[in-house]
Structures are given as structure tokens and as C-alpha cells.
């Protein structure tokens, strides 16, 4: 069986606060593109269950997000493991805040419900997805949805307007527990519009979708990576795009475009600088 995992973007990303249980309280509108991972499912004989990738660095068996899903799939089932090899073809980038491990982790959950039959319900498989990561309940559910809480607790939104996205991933890493506790230290300059946002949605309205998007995480990046971010930024919003945003906690920074030739234009001129830049649509 093959499945393809869709990497996510942050259109708005607010942080509430933090948790007793450590976790913060978020409220965010996310969206899937169609830039995406290939996973194969196989049966083998008797060898257990294996993951590869095209990515040598990256961790295989329970550690790797895939296998998990797959493991917490067959607990709720009420099955033993079964011998399995899951291949991964990845494309979306690693450490981006596009949750690609989230999404391949999904993808296997609904692969594997699939081939089961369908027992459970897009929603129970979202509730299995808790158990392997924050992200992986929207990551199964996919679309246009606000979620809050850990980002477990979804509400699908009136689809974003169809345009085109130019995704690029700057050669940095960024630490996301660095980010959050930078956060509960400083008191956060500015919030995103979600509401107004989520409006603009409603309306089918994609410039005032556009306007709205923001990430409280740039508020708190490094001064050198917040240069690199909004360098990227700029440079979307120069050649048309209706507006952009740094996706999760980065370091990948977007734009949305309402003409085909001006995201190409945004597209040519980033890839001259970053490898991982990428043309993509919304699904």
C-alpha cells in the first residue's frame, strides 16, 4: 500500500500559556499542502517491524515517529505487532516546522485502518494519533482546521481559497523548547487576528486570510535567525504574495499567492539561495 503524508503550515499561531502538566495552551489555524511524503507498507516474512528512509540520519524502529503510529494502531486494535517494512520517500524537509515526522506518523495510522477495514472513524484515528505527538491528530485529519489545546483539539474551518504556496527552508536548525521557554519569559509584543481570520475564511475572502496570518514564535526568535526569516518573508511579499508567515516554530517561512506566474517568479528567486524551497498547492 502507498499513502502520501501532507506537510502542514501555520496560518496563525498564538501561544495562551503554559500548562501545569508542562505543555502549553496554543490556539492555531493550520493547513495542508500538497508538498508531501511517500510512505510503502509491506508485508514481510517474519522480519517484524522495520522503517527506512531515503534519509540516512534518520531513526528507525519505535523511535521514528511512523513506527509508533503503527504499534499504538495495533494496541487499539487489540492486535500483536505485525511484520511490516515502512518505507518512507521523504520530501518534506526535516526540523522545519512543517510536521513531516507528524504527518508520516498519520499517514501510517490511516494506512493501516485502511487495510484493517476501516474500524475506526477519521476522529477515533485522530484519538490514537494523541498518543504519538501533538500534531498528529490534525496531521490525520488534514484540510483547513483550528486547533488548540496541545494542538489535539480541532475544529475543521471553511476550507482555505484555492492558491499556490512558495514554502522555504532556510539551512538553520531552531530549537522549539528554546522557543517556548523564551516565550514564558517575555510578554509577547502582538497576537494574530485568529478570529478575524477565521472569518475571512468564511467568507471565501484570501487576501484578508492573507493579512491575518502570524506566528507569536517570531516575536521570540534569535535577532540573527528573525533577520534570515523576515529576509525570506520580504521576498515573497515582493513578488506578490498576498501575505506571509513563519510555519510552527520555523524555521520555514511562507507565502500565499492568488497568480501561478508570480509564486513561480518567488519560487526561481528563493531556490537561488535555498535548496529547499518549494511550489506547492493547498489541499
Known amino acids: 500500500m502507498e499513502i502520501q503524508a501532507f506537510a502542514k503550515l501555520n496560518l496563525t499561531l498564538d501561544i495562551l500559556g503554559k500548562r501545569e502538566d508542562g505543555y502549553h495552551d496554543l490556539r492555531m489555524v493550520m493547513q495542508s499542502i500538497t508538498l508531501a511524503d511517500t510512505l510503502t507498507l509491506e508485508e514481510n516474512q517474519g522480519e517484524g517491524l522495520r522503517v527506512s528512509a531515503n534519509l540516512r540520519f534518520l531513526p528507525t524502529g519505535e523511535k521514528n515517529l511512523a513506527a509508533a503510529a503503527a ?23 526535516v526540523c522545519a516546522g512543517m510536521a513531516g515526522g507528524s ?24 484519538k490514537i494519533g494523541e498518543r504519538v505527538g501533538s500534531d498528529v491528530p490534525y496531521c490525520v485529519l488534514g484540510g483547513t482546521a483550528l486547533a488548540e489545546g496541545r494542538g489535539e483539539m480541532l475544529t475543521p474551518l471553511a476550507p482555505l481559497p484555492r492558491c499556490w504556496v512558495v ?117
Open 71 to 93: 504499534l499504538r494502531f495495533w494496541e487499539a486494535l487489540g492486535r500483536e505487532p505485525e511484520n511490516l517494512d515502512i518505507r518512507i520517500e521523504k520530501r518534506i524537509p
Open 103 to 126: 504527518s508520516d506518523a498519520a499517514a501510517v495510522l490511516r494506512a493501516l485502518n485502511r487495510r484493517a477495514g476501516e474500524p475506526f472513524s477519521p476522529r477515533e484515528l485522530a
Open 167 to 283: 514554502a522555504c527552508k532556510p539551512d538553520f536548525p531552531i530549537s522549539t523548547p528554546e522557543l517556548f521557554a523564551q516565550a514564558d519569559r517575555v510578554k509577547l509584543r502582538r497576537r494574530p487576528d485568529t478570529a478575524g481570520l477565521v472569518a475571512a475564511l468564511e467568507a471565501g475572502d484570501l487576501g484578508g486570510v492573507a493579512r491575518r496570518m502570524y506566528n507569536v514564535f517570531e516575536d521570540v526568535l534569535p535577532a540573527r535567525l528573525y533577520t534570515r526569516v523576515a529576509e525570506i518573508k520580504n521576498i515573497l511579499i515582493q513578488c506578490g504574495a498576498l501575505g506571509a508567515n513563519m510555519s510552527g516554530s520555523g524555521p520555514t517561512a511562507f507565502g500565499l499567492f492568488d497568480r501561478l506566474e508570480a509564486a513561480q517568479e518567488a519560487r526561481a528567486c528563493l531556490a537561488q539561495r535555498y535548496r529547499d524551497t518549494f511550489l506547492c498547492e493547498t489541499v
